[in-house]
């Protein structure tokens, strides 16, 4: 980890503070990290659970910083880059921002070149996130590393050969903890159906999903192999899963998420516009 790295967020919500938390977690001095927080009593909070400096606003007096990271919402983006001009150079900035552009942020921000795009999820609140991230070729190993440093503190990261690959990872791992609650609440709902009462079938359901999911990590196998060695012929989870291909539940649910993915695409263009 860079120790002597300065970093500033702009934005101090859910996900900006899970960063924060991840880093000081793992030693990063509290002292190199400035938050930019327009909220009052979200600063108060940073600064007496992590000890970080705050600012009520961007502007004349921003230290400078080794990477910005930019933790707004979309729509607050143009808006936010505005602010932070005229930037250093050699400032690495992160967007954690879903849909927005790289060659859009850089307009924004007058030019600035070196930009990382990153999509973490919302498991980052625990640490247990997975984040895609995607550089271009205006960004260098240390501006890579800067990134890495900073989204690592929160859970995996996943290096992505192509921006377009960003809108993939917003419909696969972004969105991707809904689908996961989704199914959670159907195999809950189905338990209580069956006379289980609600706390057991939480229970059931929350162990099962985080089994499977160690199980399927620590194993390393293909899915479809773990899934056939639970299923044995003519046995109870063949008859579900039959059920489930009657109903092409596995293809509606591909389909699902592409729709999420032609929607980042949308966001983006949507985004971008002058």
């Known amino acids: ?28 001095p509290a002292a190199g990290i400035t938050v930019v927080e327009p909220g009052a009593a979200a600063r108060e ?12 606003s961007a502007g004349p007096g921003l230290p400078a910083a080794d990477a910005l990271v930019l933790a707004v919402k979309p729509q607050q983006m143009r808006e936010a880059a505005a602010s932070l001009l005229p930037l250093d150079p050699a400032t ?15 307009r924004w921000l007058g030019g600035h070149a070196a930009i990382v795009r990153a999509m973490p999820n ?3 609140l625990v640490h247990a ?31 992505l050969p192509r921006e377009e690959d960003l809108d993939a990872v917003t419909a696969v791992s972004g969105s991707g903890p809904a689908y996961v609650f989704y199914f ?21 359901a929350l162990g099962t999903f985080a089994g499977a999911a160690k199980l ?20 109870t989870t063949e008859r579900a899963l039959g059920e489930m291909e009657r109903a092409a539940l596995k293809a509606r649910f591909v389909e699902a998420v592409k729709a999420a993915r032609d929607r980042s695409r949308e966001l983006g263009e949507q985004f971008g516009k002058d």
């Open 184 to 204: 959670i609440e159907a195999l809950e709902h189905a338990g209580v159906e069956m006379g289980l009462a609600p706390a057991a079938a939480r229970s059931l």
């Open 92 to 106: 690495v900035v992160v967007s954690i921002a879903a849909g927005i552009r790289i060659a859009d942020l850089s």
């Open 45 to 56: 909070a940073l600064a007496s659970r992590f000890g970080v400096a705050v600012r009520a």
């Open 122 to 124: 919302t498991p980052a």
């Open 129 to 159: 996130g997975v984040t895609g991230l995607y550089a271009p070729a205006t960004v260098g190993p240390e501006g890579r590393g800067r990134a890495e440093t900073l989204l690592a503190a929160v859970g995996e990261t996943v290096w």
């Open 216 to 235: 399927a990590r620590e194993r390393g196998e293909d899915p479809a192999v773990l899934r056939a060695q639970v299923t044995s012929r003519g046995g």
């Open 1 to 28: 980890m860079e120790r002597g790295m300065k970093v500033t967020f702009i934005g101090g919500g859910n996900m900006g503070a899970a960063i924060i938390g991840g880093l000081v977690g793992k030693g990063f």
